[in-house]
């Protein structure tokens, strides 16, 4: 009976390690690593609410002190599939370690540098857009385990928002 105790105590470690090991200064991604996928759906201007199939994949880099993230959207049209978003982004800790910065480049060639923060369970970001106006990104981990993530943007300097993006994804 002695051996099957050490043995369930033995096993317990890791868990209860990992469970204590306090966050990443790079946020939630540092320990959800790998790849999710789910439904999106984007406000598109005259075509309205467009539906895809979202995939995103995250990893390290850089000995862990890089999180990548690469976004791949698909819909299927007359049977073709066709790609509506295709952006990667890198995430990483300032040299002195005390502020998180992202970039984000989109499939058309532009890029960005977001304002982003990490919160206990995701991120949150926002820029300005010259075309459209502020954006705001809200992503977390639900208690579910799942990848949430709402998207905003406001044309009169924040005083109202629209809600353009929805997603919920699962670890795969």
């Known amino acids: 009976m002695r051996p099957l105790l050490l043995l369930t105590l033995i096993a ?4 209860a390690a990992q469970q204590a090991t306090p966050a990443s200064p790079l946020g939630i991604f540092f ?13 598109r201007g005259p ?7 979202q995939r995103e994949t995250v990893g390290h880099e ?11 959207g698909t819909m299927v049209r007359a049977g073709k599939t066709d790609t509506i978003h295709h952006a990667f982004a890198i995430m990483h800790l300032s040299q002195d370690g005390t502020r998180l910065h992202m970039r984000a480049f989109t499939a058309e060639g532009r890029w960005l540098d977001p304002e982003i923060t990490a ?5 949150n970001w926002q820029m ?16 579910q385990g799942r990848w949430i993530e709402d998207g905003y943007m406001s044309r009169d300097d924040g005083k109202t928002w629209m809600h353009f993006l929805g997603m919920v994804l699962v670890k795969q």
């Open 12 to 15: 317990a470690i890791p868990c």
């Open 62 to 72: 850089a000995g862990g002190h890089v999180l990548t993230i690469h976004g791949l």
């Open 47 to 53: 075509q309205g609410k467009v539906v895809t199939r």
């Open 119 to 123: 919160t206990p369970r995701g991120y």
């Open 31 to 43: 320990t959800h690593t790998g790849t999710w996928e789910g439904e999106s759906w984007t406000i």
């Open 128 to 143: 300005t857009d010259p075309r459209i106006g502020l954006i705001k990104y809200e992503m977390r981990i639900d208690e």
